[in-house]
């Protein structure tokens, strides 16, 4: 890199503050400063910001070496997109540290949904130099009168933690924007920032679109090894028979020395219900903590999650209990330890997490395992070996043709100064998600949305874009309102708010888990015990309580799958028990369960499906062990299930986890005489998955949130939100007026793709199958429940039974199979 003014003064900067570029950071600006576009991927705290931060500086410099102290309202330089808010601010104060440094007059500034009225009125009279925001954001920008405008001077758009955003309908959403920003500056540079996944060379394409080539696109990698120390929290002895969910808080005691021995330690818990028990539990276990411990997860209020942030920062936080709402890349330098309570389900979830400490370059990320049941261990030690390794990263696959996306993107260019179709369908088909779309496609959204299509013309709220000499614009206004307010991608249940009748406001907590309490229960919520007052206008007005039970609310969607990376790794686990070639404490601790299983039945190995058939008095159970993860197991349990019933009729109650399923019938089941007729096979798999559930009513349930993002539905104005029954009640409609009269309806259509894609997993269902077909399959009769079964016959008895109720059952039955051990 040739040595220049710019770089001269970057370099002083760095020197001054007893820095060292590293050589990756070097190599990214001498990309950046050829022109060139690329995808970024660096390890956390290791400096990234300043890689794709620093050449624009150096170039501005470069270009204006005597006056650039002097140059002040530039017009928007550098477009930041970043996937949280909370990002937003910790990235505002780096940037403008810099060129209050280097006195550059430049202004940072954030637009995302936590800034004010004026200040988003102030930008668009002078754009700041440098705008951070979010894909929404972004777009309600392309929502303006003349946005243009806001980026004629615009260089370069930096798409933060990309692997984030790819494979969700974010991701697409950005890609738009991108589509759109390409158009109005040929000349503009696009960089992203990834973590390190299976896919980076798709990410890259994805993020750049068909035309990738131009330019000469790079992947540079930091070329940093990050320090990793992991480490399990074993229990002093096991049950032989492990259940989900009830070992984690008894490892309290061994959890509590780590906590005080750390300067400041985030627990992550895998939901926002465990993290509400697991922050109450601390605080019964040592008061002493109160106050200097707090929790963090996406229902709470953001001005409390702000407060937990900027207190971690300072360091006057000991613990933070938190979910994936601290995932990304906010820097706490003073967080020494992570604990994670359960498996987080794969590699780079793991890692990513582990990374929240030791926040800067050269410092060791320190992450503690907590498992939640014993045999947890097991992907303790399948995360362990991965992140000594650094293989089995996951990969993130990219979303084609959401349909939904694209009728909301659609009305967002109507909204504003309207699209020209011809030119824009040829710009679409430069976006990675959309270059696959079909004129006839393209031909039935501008009718859906010009006419209503063929169910709803006869309402003028449907046709929401009117054709003017060749430019489709939104001229009803009342509709562009809407819109405005409505854009987004993430359709989530309805919420209520949760407010002290005389006060803060505490949070969001969904619709469905309120409906069903009456005045006065009592309910944990932002690691207090609440009355419940009234509710009211959406609203749950609330009170403290001094109860020492109370309910701990459940969210929709708490439940993860194992990645198909873990449920590799797990399986080749197995195989090491097996063999006894293991130096992995973790299976050394849970060796008594091993040892049970496979003399009561047989451990699995990794080339090998291992069937077991019980009965007891509720009839013949069948326990299945394909270690493929819960999604997974969902789609082949009720394929197997419906393949069985036509050799016989039958009916099944059905029970999974993430390492196999159970199905069990008052009849006996003819499992030989299925496993004869090619039961694993993956022909017919989408007409046999669709016979054996109720794929109208999974698709209705996806269609809701389709019918959110498309804007068939409007949520409501602030104030004024409509219940979630309403919504449910106007998309089921929706869903069943274009069943009947428009089943070639692209959104219905999409329903049912994503009910394939998503809920089920086709893709993974389907190569899990081949992978069966090729295996020894081995069929074992045994006397009674085996260690592996015995945990998903637990999760059955668990939708009918109390709390309470379940720990006893459970209880009485490890008794009885204890007993059988000793024998």
Known sequence: MNHTPGLAEVEKWFKNRGWQPFDYQREVWEAVLSGKNGLLNAPTGSG?????????????????????????????????????????????????????DLEIPWEVARRTGDVSAYQKKKMQEQMPE???????????????????????????????????????????????GLSRLKHLREELQIWGISATIGNLEEALDVLLGTDRQSNSPVIIKADIEKKMEVQSVLPDDVEKFPWSGHLGTRLLPKVLPIIN???????????????????????????????????????????????????????????VVCTSSLDLGVDFTPVETVIQVGSPKGVARFLQRAGRSGHQPGATSRIYFVPTNALELIEAAALKTAAETKNALESRDPILKPYDVLVQYLVTLGVSDGFQPDLLFNELRTTFAYQALTEKEWNWLLNFLTT???????????SKLVAEDGVYRVTDRKIARRHRMSIGTIASDTMMKVKYMKGAT???????????????????????????????????????????????????????????????????????????????????????????????????DENELVIEKTFSKEGCHLFFFPFEGRYVHEGMSALVAYRISQIMP????????????????????????????????????????????????????????????????????????????HLQMSSGLFFDVFSEYEPDNLLLQQAYDEVLSYQLDEVRLRKALK???????????????????????VDRLRERLTSEKLIDQVKKMQVELEKQVAI
Not at 55 to 71: A, F, Q, S, V
Not at 135 to 144: D, G, K, N, T, V
Not at 279 to 305: N, Y
Request: hydrophobic share 40%.
């Open 771 to 793: 992978r069966i077909q090729s295996q020894k399959i081995t069929l074992k009769n045994t006397k009674k429940f085996t260690p592996f079964a015995f945990p998903i016959m």
């Open 506 to 604: 505490l949070g969001n907590i969904e619709e469905w888990f309120i409906t069903k309490l009456k005045p006065g229960d009592t309910f944990w919520f932002a690691g207090r015990a609440l009355e419940l007052i009234r509710t009211k206008d959406m609203t749950a007005y609330v009170r403290r309580s001094n109860a020492s039970k109370a309910i701990v609310p459940s969210w929709m969607g708490g439940r993860m799958s194992l990645s198909s990376d873990m449920s590799k790794i797990l399986r080749h686990k197995m195989h090491e028990a097996i063999e006894g070639d293991t130096d992995d404490i973790e299976l050394q601790t849970i060796q008594p369960i091993l040892d049970v299983q496979n003399n009561w039945s047989i451990l699995p």
């Open 261 to 319: 021995e750390s300067q400041s330690t985030l627990i992550f818990c895998n939901t926002r219900s465990q993290s509400e028990v697991w922050f109450q539990q601390l605080l019964d276990a040592q008061p002493e903590l109160a106050g200097s411990i707090a929790l963090h997860h996406g229902s709470l209020d953001p001005k409390i999650r702000s407060w937990v942030e900027v207190s971690l920062h300072e360091g006057s936080l000991k613990a």
């Open 650 to 725: 039958i009916t099944f109650s059905i029970a999974m986890n993430d390492y196999g399923f159970e199905l069990l019938s008052d009849k006996e089941i003819p499992i030989e005489q299925a496993l004869e007729q090619d039961l694993f096979s993956d022909e017919n798999l989408v007409e046999d998955i669709f016979s054996s559930l109720n794929d109208t009513e999974m698709a209705r349930h996806r269609f809701r949130g389709i019918c959110q993002i498309s804007g068939l539905i409007f949520p409501g104005y602030p104030g004024q939100k409509k219940t979630g029954r």
């Open 452 to 462: 209503g299509g063929k169910s709803l013309t006869r309402y003028d709220k449907y």
């Open 130 to 176: 440098v705008l951070i925001t979010t894909p929404e954001s972004l777009h309600i920008l392309l929502a303006q009168k003349g946005y243009p405008d806001y980026f004629e001077n615009l260089q370069m758009v930096v798409m933060d933690e990309w692997h984030e955003l790819l494979g969700s309908k974010r991701g697409t959403q950005a890609e738009l």
């Open 48 to 100: 990234k910001t300043y890689a794709l931060w620093i050449p624009l500086l150096i170039n501005w410099m470069n270009e204006h070496p005597k006056t650039y102290k002097e140059l002040a309202d530039n017009g928007l330089q550098l477009l930041w997109i970043t996937p949280l808010r909370a990002l937003a601010k910790d990235l505002e104060q780096a940037l403008q540290t810099v060129v209050d």
